[in-house]
């Protein structure tokens, strides 16, 4: 079965480091694009970024560039997304979404971390 | 930065048409995908590449694009499209992407 499988939820301070982990089954890993989706409370749908497995290509919300870090395993299927320093505005649910054929026509979603940061 | 602008919200009578506008500067050269995410569940991809049904998806959504505004429609709204709705798409460089604000679809 094609499927993303997220971390679970994580309860931070402010300051610590997160590495929260997607991985992916059921399909060829290093072939397709990942996503990470943030969704803060009551609020919507934010675009944080994406990364190719194959070659660790990435791209960034400029608003979040080095805020966060995305990397990917390809030994285990696995893509992170990572924070040195949290903040309380990071508290959130983390979507990681796989697309169907190109960058983000995301087809296959996680089931969501959820990160408070408190 | 980018953005995708979409109305608050929405609201339709059983059985009738919604329409969901979202603009954006680089609308006519970028693709546009739009997202349904009901309460306490994962998105789900109703449109992509601008006008396309992923398989699945019930024939009543459909979208198109007219210069800087591409807009959703789902014709003969049921009560479970009642959700949230967000456009996705690249800024002019394709460096990012951006969701729209989102707009919520209340169906009477």
């Known amino acids: 079965e094609v499927q993303l499988a997220q971390s679970g939820a994580e309860v931070k301070k402010p300051g610590e480091s997160l590495k929260i982990s997607c991985k992916a089954s059921?399909?060829?890993?290093?072939?397709?694009?990942i996503g990470w989706v943030r969704q803060k409370p009551g609020k919507g749908l934010e675009w944080m970024g994406i990364i190719y497995p194959a070659d660790s290509d990435t791209k960034y919300s400029p608003s979040l560039e080095g805020q966060v870090t995305m990397s990917a395993d390809k030994s285990t299927s696995t893509a992170y997304l990572q924070w040195d320093s949290l903040k309380a505005s990071d508290t959130a649910v983390y979507y990681c979404a796989r697309p169907r054929r190109a960058m983000v026509d995301f087809e296959l979603w996680g089931p969501g971390t959820p990160v408070t940061v408190s | 930065s980018y953005e995708l602008t979409q109305p608050p919200s929405v609201s339709v009578s059983l059985g009738q048409m919604a329409r969901i506008s979202c603009s954006g500067e680089a609308l006519p050269k970028k693709y546009v995908y739009w997202f349904q995410q009901k309460p306490g569940q994962v998105p789900v991809m109703v449109i992509t590449?601008?006008?396309e049904r992923p398989s699945g998806i019930p024939e009543r959504f459909s979208a198109s694009t007219s210069g800087t505004t591409s807009t959703l429609t789902i014709s003969g709204a049921q009560a479970e499209d009642e959700a949230d709705y967000y456009c996705l798409s690249a800024d002019s460089t394709s460096s990012y992407y951006v969701f729209g604000s989102g707009t919520k679809v209340t169906v009477l």
């Open positions: 059921g399909y060829a890993f290093v072939s397709y694009w």
């Open positions: 590449e601008d006008t």
